[in-house]
């Protein structure tokens, strides 16, 4: 049998981000043999894969960026088990790292297709697998597009969000990130009322209109009043006609406008571990 020098065993680690112990054992397995190496300890990433594929992976890193133009952003969420391991530098450093490459993707099945460092993006993930001992996945995968992209992640990476803005202008940077927060902190359903699902609609006048037949009002005066509820539910489930929650005295529309009196929010996202 080859000795395996602690230089070999180091070069390994570096490659792949696997324990010492587990690239001295698989070089050992190898002979010495480097990329046999590197196939042995992808193999135990995916009998591990495998073996946790039932198990929840609700903690982890929630990541956005931005591109340097401004004009599009993603945001992920790399998943884990534990709040330790999701916590871990170099967990949030891949998490970074695989939010940096999604930018150049549309989707999350091409990017999981795309080549990270030598593997695809999926291959990675059975491989971090078999080195941290939990499931690892990519939960969600969200991309905006737009005349300016801002984005904002929650401190302890649990939420990440994007907004786009009609126009870069002066105050635009921070209005974007302002506004992000504001998708983090309240979590709308919508843009605007335009953008809520009719089912939605529907099932809101319904619970309504229930709740007043319960006050014992008239049958005759149900609409009407369902409808005045109705925009109460707009006001506080879409994003621009929520109210902004550095200044409560003026709507997130109205805090963009106060900005620059042509600028509107077109459009966020948002992703969350749990």
């Known amino acids: 049998m080859s000795t395996i020098t602690a230089a070999e065993v180091n070069k390994l680690r570096t490659a792949t981000g696997a324990g010492m112990m587990d690239c001295k ?27 946790r594929s039932d198990r929840e992976s609700t903690e982890g890193a929630a990541i956005a960026v931005v591109n340097d133009a401004k004009t599009e952003g993603v945001a992920i969420t790399l998943n ?13 450093k891949l998490a970074n790292d695989l939010a940096a490459l999604a930018l150049n993707f549309d989707n999350k099945e091409a990017f999981l297709a795309a080549d990270f460092n030598g593997m695809t993006v999926a291959e990675t993930l059975i491989e971090q697998t078999g080195v941290i001992g939990e499931k690892i996945e990519i939960g969600s995968f969200e991309k905006l597009s737009g005349a300016f992209v801002g984005s904002y992640i929650h401190a302890g990476n649990k939420i990440a969000t994007l907004v786009s803005l009609s126009a870069a202008a002066a105050g635009t940077d921070e209005a974007a990130r302002n506004v992000a927060m504001q998708v983090a902190a ?6 605007d009322e335009t953008g809520v699902d009719a089912e939605v609609i529907e099932k809101e006048i319904e619970i309504a209109k229930d709740q007043l037949r319960q006050e014992g009002k008239p049958e005759a005066m149900l609409d009407n009043i369902a409808k005045g509820k109705l925009q109460r539910f707009f006001k506080d489930n879409t994003l621009v006609n929520q109210d902004y929650i550095k200044d409560g005295s003026m709507s997130v529309s109205a805090y963009v406008k106060s900005v620059d009196g042509g600028l509107t929010v077109t459009g966020f996202k948002r992703v969350a571990l749990g």
């Open 186 to 191: 309240m979590n709308p359903i919508a843009l």
């Open 80 to 92: 884990c088990e534990t709040d330790f391991v999701g916590k871990n530098e170099g967990f949030v």
């Open 25 to 51: 054992k698989a070089l050992v397995e190898a002979e010495g043999d480097f990329d046999k190496a590197i196939e042995i300890l992808r193999k135990k990433g995916q009998k591990v894969a495998a073996n």
